[in-house]
């Protein structure tokens, strides 16, 4: 699960929108388990229970395809085996436009012969590869269709919807909406400010039910990761500029 948490988080911050993924799923280092704060060890064992109800998946063809196209998307974002191929800096394909619509164009053939790729039917590891293609589509019309069915299959425990929050979360700033779980920040003056959110006091709780860390330990991730301080400061999201709009007379 480590590749997924690290290429999702990494390939997301970016100016002007930052939007940065979350997963209650990276292991900690060993040695460190006794020392894991209540909520770490909390999401954990939910996450490990949701992974026994399931179970392994039926479909090891299914499951294989959409590893593949998980490796595809990380490939092209500088990412193998959840680490980056260069340490210096992430080295993103010249074409990753045209892979992103590859990869979108094959996950839109799986979910019309499947329905959407569960746990239960290919196991968490391919269900959390096609949210990592579903995240990086261009295709916002096919996403928006897709959360209602993606966010009962969350509540139902049939995915991991921790990296379901972004998709949600990202269409909601691109409306100029407030976001729901607090995933995307936007660079500002050297450090990263959230996007308002709706209902704040009880983000935490809806980060949890999502097997997400709070955000005071998310944001102490995002600045360890990033080298750039998570501030307090929230900024608003801006509506799209309608077409007729921007044209000049």
């Known amino acids: 699960m480590k590749w997924l948490f690290l290429s999702v988080l990494a390939a997301s911050l970016s100016a002007p929108y930052a939007s940065v993924a979350q997963s209650s799923t990276a ?3 060993a040695g460190q388990h006794e020392d894991a704060p209540a909520w770490e060890t909390d999401l954990k064992q939910r996450h490990e229970e949701l992974v026994r109800v399931n179970g392994p998946g039926t479909d090891t063809a299914l499951r294989d395809q959409l590893l593949a196209m998980a490796a595809k998307d990380q490939d092209a974002r500088g990412y193998k085996d959840g680490a980056p191929k260069d340490k210096q800096k992430l080295v993103m394909a010249a074409n990753l436009g045209e892979i992103d619509a590859a990869l979108t164009a094959q996950l839109k053939e799986v979910v019309a012969a499947h329905g959407w790729p569960t746990i239960a039917l290919v196991g968490i590891e391919a269900s959390n590869g096609a ?10 019309a096919w996403q928006l269709s897709l959360l209602p069915q993606l966010e009962q299959l969350a509540d139902n425990g049939k995915i991991d919807g921790s990296s379901l929050a972004l998709v949600v979360d990202k269409e909601l700033v691109s409306e100029g909406k407030l976001q729901r779980y607090g995933s995307q920040f936007k660079l500002v003056q050297g450090g ?3 996007y308002a959110v709706e209902d704040p006091g009880g983000l935490d709780a809806r980060r949890a039910r999502l097997f997400l860390p709070p955000m005071d330990a998310y944001k102490q991730i995002m600045a360890e990761m990033y080298h750039l301080k998570a501030t307090n400061q929230i900024v608003m999201a801006t509506p799209p500029v309608k077409a007729a709009e921007e044209k000049q007379p």
């Open 27 to 29: 292991k900690p280092e």
């Open 192 to 194: 990263m400010a959230m």
């Open 131 to 140: 949210m990592l293609v579903l995240t990086h589509s261009r295709d916002h």
